[in-house]
């Protein structure tokens, strides 16, 4: 079976941490190691990871970086496992069979260069499943469905394709999609983990729009078909914060359409 490195980034949240440690811990199948890259400001993590037992795959680093993707970054170079997952502090395997299941897919197609799942998230109050298939020609239409903690890789695609851009604070995950659009994809049609919608992704949530915007038209030029796209995000999710908004995605789930 192939080897699963975890790769954790994580910031003066202890809490958020020890959630996700304890979803991997859970695992049937352990990785290879977990990797807790810590760049904050506080020694509260550095302390729990010194002063508590954890298991012999979790290492760990503590020293502040210049952002996000640096932090990836850290924990992609340290890695040894042939497969990476980077599951943010906050996220969590949707159950304990995640990493098996992964493995298998792996296994079982040595082809595949990546694959993605189903994320539970919530939204105007409900939980939620979303998550399709990968499709290069909709990629104007930046995560839209593929969530990054569903990602995993294997290591030799970012040796072909680059890490994660420093110059994106946001974005970095779907400047990474648009240069490995052509690896070969498999999809994993079931919840792997579900999604902590504290992060910087859905706090600046608007932001993200804009630096999508820009990584698109980085790589396929001006397009006036990603701008309309994002204006509807924009749209949708200025809706979503209004009483009728939410009522309207109320009725949607009823009709079994919120991962359309």
């Not at 979790?58 to 340290?78: C, P, Q, S």
């Not at 694959?115 to 109050?125: Q, Y």
């Not at 701008?227 to 908004?245: M, S, V």
Request: glycine content about 6%; some cysteine.
């Amino acid at each position: 079976m192939p080897s699963i490195t975890v790769i954790t980034i994580c910031f003066n949240n202890l809490s958020d941490l020890q959630k996700t440690c304890a979803s991997v811990d859970t695992q049937n199948v352990h990785p290879l190691e977990h990797w807790i890259i810590d760049g904050s400001t506080s020694t509260e993590i550095k302390e729990w990871l010194h002063n508590e037992p954890q298991p012999a795959y979790r290492k760990w680093v503590n020293e502040r970086d210049a952002g996000i993707a640096d932090a990836f970054n850290k924990g992609i170079r340290l890695a040894s496992g042939e497969i990476l997952h980077l599951l943010n502090s906050g996220d969590i395997y949707v159950n304990e069979k995640t990493l098996s299941i992964v493995s298998n897919i792996f296994d079982d197609n040595k082809q595949v260069q990546w694959v993605s799942g189903k994320l539970n998230v919530s939204r105007a109050g409900h939980w939620i499943e979303i998550g399709k298939p990968f499709e290069k020609s909709k990629l104007y239409r930046g995560m839209r469905s593929v969530s990054h903690p569903t990602m995993f890789l294997r290591k030799g695609i970012y040796s072909r394709n680059g890490l994660f851009n420093l110059n994106y604070k946001i974005a970095m995950d779907y400047d990474l999609i648009c240069r490995i659009a052509n690896e070969p994809y498999e999809f994993i049609n079931c919840p792997l983990a579900t999604f902590d919608d504290t992060g910087v992704s859905s706090v600046n949530y608007l932001k993200s729009l804009k630096e999508n915007i820009i990584v698109y038209e980085s790589y396929f030029g001006f397009s006036f078909k990603c701008r309309l796209w994002q204006l509807r995000l924009k749209f949708l999710y200025l809706l979503l914060q209004t009483a009728l908004g939410k009522w309207l995605f109320k009725l949607k789930k009823k009709m079994g359409l919120e991962n359309a």
